[in-house]
């Protein structure tokens, strides 16, 4: 298993920066790293996308791992990775991303909803699968589908704060993918990367507490 699904395991949530202003967004990530995050992912349909994964791979080093999300297809895949992505992550299942991610040590966690896109994904060499929209879906979704299919790793994204994460991890998911619960934009433009901090540790001690 690759190094990165492993960090995933461990530490189990990947906050999500989508949209989010350059200016602002490594005394964001700082916040979120100082609160115990591991893994960030920043989406490709934010403005400057790869200078942020390029600058923070450069900022961060070893205390987190810095993803690149919303990789539609191989395109996006090469300029993730070309900026220094160490995992990809996507709202859909593109096999041939996950062979580009494969040939180039990169994990990709694909956008999986159904079964059949479960098993697909697997098959095409994904060490886990990301299970979206888990907002509409829900928790009682995620119960079913593990159940015959408890051998591969699902995050799940969307849907999650803290009142249920806990849940998520019960019913099975490996990690969650968190946005704007987490990467809080108003607190973001207010300066109040306090508040970031305290939230992230908030998450990460909810997880902590059934492990």
Do not use: C
């Amino acid at each position: 298993m690759h190094t990165m699904t492993e960090l995933l395991m461990q530490h189990k949530i990947v906050a999500i920066f989508r949209n989010i202003d350059e200016q602002a967004a490594e005394a964001a990530a700082q916040s979120l790293i100082d609160g115990g995050i591991r893994l960030m992912e920043v989406t490709m349909n934010t403005k400057g996308a790869t200078g942020l994964i390029h600058s923070w791979r450069g900022a961060f080093g070893e205390k987190a791992a810095i993803g690149a999300g919303t990789v539609l297809d191989v395109e996006m895949a090469k300029e993730a990775i070309a900026a220094g992505a160490q995992f990809l992550i996507s709202p859909n299942l593109d096999e041939a991303v996950i062979s580009y991610g494969a040939e180039r040590d990169v994990p990709v966690w694909p956008g999986v909803m159904t079964p059949t896109e479960i098993v697909k994904a697997w098959k095409a060499g994904a060490e886990a699968v990301k299970v979206f929209p888990m907002a509409s879906l829900g928790l009682g979704y995620l119960k079913e589908i593990r159940a015959p299919l408890n051998h591969i790793p699902m995050i799940a994204t969307g849907g999650v704060d803290l009142d249920n994460i806990r849940a998520f991890i019960e019913a099975g998911a490996v990690g969650v993918g968190m946005g704007s619960k987490l990467v809080r934009q108003d607190w973001i433009a207010n300066g109040e990367f306090d508040r970031l901090r305290e939230q992230a540790s908030r998450y990460v001690q909810a997880i902590q507490a059934g492990a």
